[in-house]
């Protein structure tokens, strides 16, 4: 037995899960495809939005607070500060699901908040043009990560505490030997107790059962300078998510000080080999951006200074797949992040951990499971 588990893709979720295992005592190896803390897939471009009020569920709130608690830990750990706490803007309709769950999210779990009407939101935060009837919700315990230092940080902790960590190391294929899992990578075979599955957008290509489910998106966003950069700053704008009609927009405050990035949540094409993305910003990649950037944000030139491409896997009802795909309990699979899972990665990691060790969580995983699509096919 090479360790008692082996970590296939050292990406968001994969890192997390080598520091919680790591952390329990459990031995742990690590495989990666390319350089640790690597931008080619769905981590990167300097930020992603952490927020706890969740407009995709409430199911999700308590996994965000204990995300909240895990990434001032891996801070405390690493000596890197990886969250910057703004606040966050959630900015729409009321009576919108997305709108509807914040609130209730708020509601039900005491979240610290403030609702702004269009008065007070177009006095406060003018660097949004409202549309009619809009208002704001401003989710305190909400800002931005460092994704790269992220992964970076869980991994070097993680290798602090004894896991070995393979990087430029393909996964070919696994097989389930008796009494666990062999992993063959590097032209040889690894033995494990158990495996887990965190491949991101390679999860069809690594396990074409799970192809139909998850399909793999393009995914473009943009960094735009601004008439008066001061008014970007993270203490007078927040990290924000709009949906405004068909418009779904998100963005940040300027992080290094001159740009102020900005990004549509839509399909900018579903690519059928994740090895073949094209990174290459086209023009109407740039389009869109301006567009948006047009319509929400008059204080930013519209021409992006800089723009970047990534890709994440996208499950039908958009909720991630997590838990064992067989009998034995062997293999356990976080994948399909659809757009939002890099703020619960250190939640999901310990839920892995948890699952791995116990074979259970106390955590609400029911409407992750790997198996639901199954069932709606039988
Ligand atoms: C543009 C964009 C903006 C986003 N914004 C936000 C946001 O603001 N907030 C938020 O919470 N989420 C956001 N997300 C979503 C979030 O970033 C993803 O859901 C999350 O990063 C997915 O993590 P993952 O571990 O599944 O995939 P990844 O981070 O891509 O990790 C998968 C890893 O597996 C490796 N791998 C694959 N196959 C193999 C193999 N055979 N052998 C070895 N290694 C392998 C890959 O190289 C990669 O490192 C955004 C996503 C994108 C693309």
């Known amino acids: 037995m090479d360790a008692e588990v082996g970590v296939i893709g050292l990406g968001t979720v994969g890192s997390m899960t080598l520091w919680q295992l790591s952390r329990q005592g459990v031995s742990a190896v690590g495989f990666e495809q390319f350089g640790i803390g690597h931008d080619y897939s769905a981590a990167g471009g300097e930020s992603r939005i952490f927020r706890t009020a969740y407009g ?47 609130l209730k999210s708020i509601e039900r779990f005491g979240l610290d908040h403030e609702v702004l009407d269009q008065e007070q939101a ?60 062999k992993v063959i990578a590097n ?64 963005g940040t405050p300027t992080f290094e000080g001159s740009m102020v990035k900005a990004a549509f949540y839509i399909n900018y094409g579903i690519i059928d080999n994740p090895d073949g993305l ?42 991630a797949l997590v838990g064992a795909i067989d009998d034995e309990k062997h293999i356990i699979l976080l994948g399909g992040f659809s757009g939002h899972g890099f703020k619960m990665a250190t939640g999901i990691g310990k839920i892995a951990s948890d699952l791995i060790m116990e074979g259970k969580t106390s955590f609400e995983v029911d409407h992750l499971s790997p198996k639901r699509f199954h069932k709606m096919n039988a």
């Open 278 to 319: 094209n990174r290459t910003i086209m023009p109407d990649d740039i389009q869109l951006l301006r567009n948006a950037v047009q319509k929400y944000l008059p204080d930013l030139y519209p021409d992006p200074v800089r723009a970047s491409v990534y890709m994440d896997g996208f499950t039908p009802d958009e909720h």
């Open 187 to 250: 032209g040889k075979t690894y033995q494990f107790g158990k495996v887990v599955i965190s491949t991101g957008p390679w999860t069809g290509a690594f396990l074409p059962e799970y192809k139909p489910q998850i399909a793999v998106k393009r995914l473009a966003m943009g960094w735009f300078a601004a008439k008066d950069i001061r008014k970007f700053q993270s203490d007078r704008f927040p990290v924000y998510i709009r949906e405004s009609g068909e418009d779904k927009f998100y």
């Open 122 to 181: 177009k006095k406060r935060f003018p660097q949004h043009h409202l549309l009619q009837g809009e208002i704001m919700v401003l989710d305190t315990l909400a800002g931005g990560l460092r994704p790269e230092l992220a992964v970076v940080s869980a991994v070097k902790q993680a290798e602090k505490l004894g896991a070995a960590v393979h990087s430029h190391s393909r996964v070919e294929r696994i097989e389930p030997s008796g009494t666990g899992v």
């Open 56 to 102: 995709e569920g409430l199911e999700y709130v308590p996994l965000m607070l204990e995300s909240y608690r895990l990434w001032r830990e891996l801070e405390e750990e690493s000596g890197n500060k990886l969250l910057h706490l703004t606040g966050g803007l959630m900015i729409g309709n009321t009576g919108t699901p997305f709108m509807d769950n914040v």
